[in-house]
């Protein structure tokens, strides 16, 4: 792809580029690299202050820069093309589409798939090899399921949405549009409900519900438990990692993104907007309001309000956890000082 085919296709959501003033330096991209690792032919991009300094050393034959002309003349001099934009890490997410396409499978239904009797299907709908369809499911138009996933009965499933291989969809589950469950990930088996009796442990059956709602997307082997009663939502665009587990009975709002590991105990309340970094623990009924972050491994046992950025274990405010971490640091010091300091 010619240099000015590319900005061609990206319209308005380029803001300025090197043809502006530099028309004859068009050279032919044949993809895309991390700016630490390009080679003559790929582009790449600069995002922030740490990775300036790359512009004077990449091999890459073009570069998506930020708004900063030096950074615009740097890149010239040094013979390469580049695009400008406010969000450049934005900018190179829509590159990647224009030279990558996930691959999809054709429509239709494999010959080897199991599909119940009155399993209700939009149009353009993509069945893969082995996949086992459970009665009174409804899957919706362009939708594409992929080889071995399981759909038990009951479950509905929204336009768009693509289920990939070996994910497993039980009972009561309402999938919206746009939705992206990864590989070996469950979406809504059992809550882990048992009740204490004298002699022992009773099971107490989950019969509620779980909702993703649209442009959610869930990692692989993540799991989101069904709950006895009522509902486990996720919200609107709300994104998991790998390896999450959410708990039965959990809320969690619009446009969250918990990373790998995260684990929410039953009962927990999320706000929009929450970001949960890798490895972040969560207790019971907990509440996290809107926009609250937590670092990764905070351990969090009590509700964090709307906006507060928690660390720790158990979790504290971040400001404050930086200070004891410090003095944890400079513990083995202070134990040697008063070690050998005169007794009284």
């Known amino acids: ?80 093309v580049w695009i400008a934009a406010s969000e450049p890490r934005l900018l190179f997410a829509r590159v990647i589409q224009l030279f990558y396409q996930p691959f999809q499978l054709p429509t239709g239904i494999h010959p080897s798939a199991i599909v119940a009797p009155g399993v209700a299907l939009g149009e353009d709908v993509s069945i893969g090899a082995h996949v086992v369809i459970q009665a009174g499911v409804t899957i919706g138009n362009g939708a594409i399921v992929h080889p071995n996933v399981v759909i038990y009965p009951d479950v509905r499933i929204g336009d768009r949405t693509i289920l990939h291989a070996n994910c497993t969809i039980h009972e009561r589950v309402r999938i919206g549009a746009n939705c992206v469950i990864h ?98 623990g ?26 507060e950025i928690v660390s720790g274990y158990p979790a504290v405010s971040h400001k404050l956890w930086l200070k004891t971490a410090a003095i944890v640091n400079r513990l083995p010091e202070m134990y040697q000082f008063f070690k050998n300091s005169p007794r009284s």
């Open 282 to 307: 969560v207790a019971n009924q907990v509440t996290i309001g809107d926009r609250a972050i937590a670092s990764s491994k905070t351990g969090i046992h009590r509700n964090v309000d709307p906006g």
């Open 183 to 280: 590989s070996g990930a469950t979406i809504g088996a059992e809550g882990f409900g048992f009740v204490p009796t004298a002699t022992g442990w009773f099971k107490m059956e989950q019969a509620g519900y779980t909702v993703l709602e649209d442009g959610v997307e869930i990692g692989c082997n993540s799991t989101v438990d069904r709950p006895a009663v009522g509902e486990t939502r996720i919200g609107k665009d709300t994104k998991l990692d790998n390896l999450v587990h959410v708990g039965h009975g959990c809320q969690i709002g619009s446009n969250c993104a918990l990373a790998a590991q995260v684990g929410l105990a039953g009962g927990v309340k999320v706000g929009n907007g929450v970001l949960l970094a890798g490895q972040v």
């Open 1 to 80: 792809m010619q240099f000015s085919e590319l900005i061609t296709k990206l319209g308005s959501a380029v803001q300025a580029s090197s043809l502006d003033t530099h028309s004859h330096l068009n050279p032919t991209l044949t993809g895309l690299a991390p700016i630490d690792a390009a080679t003559p032919g790929t582009i790449s991009y600069i995002e922030g202050d740490k990775f300036a300094k790359f512009v004077g050393s990449t091999a890459a034959s073009a570069l998506i820069l930020p708004m900063d002309r030096s950074l615009h003349t740097q890149a010239i001099d040094r013979g390469i």
